[in-house]
């Protein structure tokens, strides 16, 4: 699947269409999105990091840093991308049982790094301006979670037995 399909669907959630479009998205296709989003939108603090005057002087140092900026903190940012959306996707799980949804852990996580889409680029737009504190991080995570939770409600009640 096209990863520009994918993104459209994401900017639209939480569309019934997309949220049903989005869920037949193979968890290969889902990796390399949310790892190209992360990626592309960290790459800015990535820059700002690798390009600090005042960090290191000696010359060497200076390359053996950016080196190690170039290899090292993509792999970083990824490895917490997949912690932090394995977390969201865990209350995701609580909220889907508390609405009593017929969801797996497996398919909150998709979700929920689709769902991560437009906070992230918020986010990130945000940092670009300089701003961003601790208030922005929770507000962003109220949006994320009433996204998340009209994603939910989407799927049908479970039956009792």
């Known amino acids: ?18 949220v049903f479009w989005l869920n037949r998205v193979s968890m290969r296709d889902t990796l390399v999105y949310i790892f190209l989003l992360i990626f592309v ?8 990091l690798a390009i600090q005057d005042n ?11 950016i080196l190690q900026s170039i290899t090292f903190y993509p792999m970083y940012v990824i490895f917490s991308g997949l912690v932090v959306i394995s977390a969201l ?11 009593s949804r017929k969801l797996a852990f497996q ?3 998709k979700m929920t ?12 737009l945000i940092k670009l301006t300089g701003w961003g504190n601790s208030y922005l991080v929770m507000l962003l995570l109220v949006g994320l979670y009433f996204i998340l939770y009209n994603m939910i409600t989407v799927y049908p009640k479970r ?3």
Not at 41 to 48: A, C, Q, S, T, V
Not at 55 to 65: E, G, K, N, P, Q
């Open 1 to 18: 699947m096209g990863l520009i399909k994918i993104f459209k669907h994401s900017i639209v959630l939480p569309k019934k269409q997309a």
């Open 41 to 48: 939108l960290y790459l800015p603090e990535g820059y700002d």
């Open 55 to 65: 960090l290191l002087l000696d010359s060497d140092l200076r390359s053996v840093f």
């Open 89 to 99: 996707a865990a209350v995701a799980l609580l909220m889907s049982r508390m609405l």
């Open 107 to 109: 398919h909150l996580w």
């Open 113 to 124: 790094a689709f769902a991560l889409t437009v906070p992230l680029i918020i986010y990130t």
């Open 159 to 161: 039956k009792n037995k």
